[in-house]
Antibody, heavy 119, light 107 residues
Framework: EIQLVQSGAEIKKPGESLRISCTAS????????IGWVRQTPGQSLEWMGI????????RYNPSFRGFVTISADKSTNTAFLQWQSLTASDSAMYFC????????????WGQGTLVTVSS | DIQMTQSPSTLSASVGDMVTITCRAS??????LAWYQQKPGEAPKLLIS???TLRRGVPSRFSGSGSGTDFTLTISTLQPEDVATYYC?????????FGQGTKVEIK
């Protein structure tokens, strides 16, 4: 079974750093893209960026470039989404999801990681 | 970025009704369109890719159509388990973008 399992919910203070993870199983991790999607409370979905673990080719939504870093570790079949300095506006649910290529949609998705940033 | 506009934002229908959701792209995306279903507290799930290809395991009451800029998701006979928010997404070009969602409720 193809699965993406994300790390647990996080509560952080403004200015703190954070890295959340997405661990894949059931397929060859390095040959599929992994993307990240943000969902704010009651809002729609925003595509943040995507990485190809095979060669670490990464594409960012310009709205998120410079604010987050997407990376992947082939040795552990894990993709990461990282912030250096969180703000309250980063509070949201974050999903990882797999894509076969830039011309294929996301399938499947991870269960989501809730990030809360509050002083 | 390509803007995706869904309508309606909320839809209330009876069990057994046919339900139609529309999605319009701000420019031609050929058939690079997906539909997802998100139930409360869950992650989105892919229903349809390439505008009209039903994902394996998705009930046949779901169907998609359209190309270019105008697309439709149809549920032929609404079931109680179809209560969810439905999103369209274009993956024709980066930045991938989603519609704002259509919440489907049972009347």
């Amino acid at each position: 079974e193809i699965q993406l399992v994300q790390s647990g919910a996080e509560i952080k203070k403004p200015g703190e750093s954070l890295r959340i993870s997405c661990t894949a199983s059931g397929y060859t991790f390095s040959t599929y893209w992994i993307g990240w999607v943000r969902q704010t409370p009651g809002q729609s979905l925003e595509w943040m960026g995507i990485i190809y673990p095979g060669d670490s080719d990464t594409r960012y939504n310009p709205s998120f470039r410079g604010f987050v870093t997407i990376s992947a570790d082939k040795s552990t079949n894990t993709a990461f989404l990282q912030w250096q300095s969180l703000t309250a506006s980063d509070s949201a649910m974050y999903f990882c999801a797999r894509s076969r290529s830039s011309r294929n949609p996301f399938d499947p998705w991870g269960q989501g990681t809730l990030v809360t940033v509050s002083s | 970025d390509i803007q995706m506009t869904q309508s309606p934002s909320t839809l209330s229908a009876s069990v057994g009704d046919m339900v139609t959701i529309t999605c319009r792209a701000s420019e031609d995306i050929t058939n690079g369109l997906a539909w997802y279903q998100q139930k409360p507290g869950e992650a989105p799930k892919l229903l349809i890719s390439m505008a009209s290809t039903l994902r394996r395991g998705v009930p046949s009451r779901f169907s998609g159509s359209g190309s270019g800029t105008d697309f439709t998701l149809t549920i032929s006979t609404l079931q109680p388990e179809d209560v969810a928010t439905y999103y369209c997404q274009q993956y024709s070009e980066y930045v991938w973008t989603f519609g704002q969602g259509t919440k489907v409720e049972i009347k």
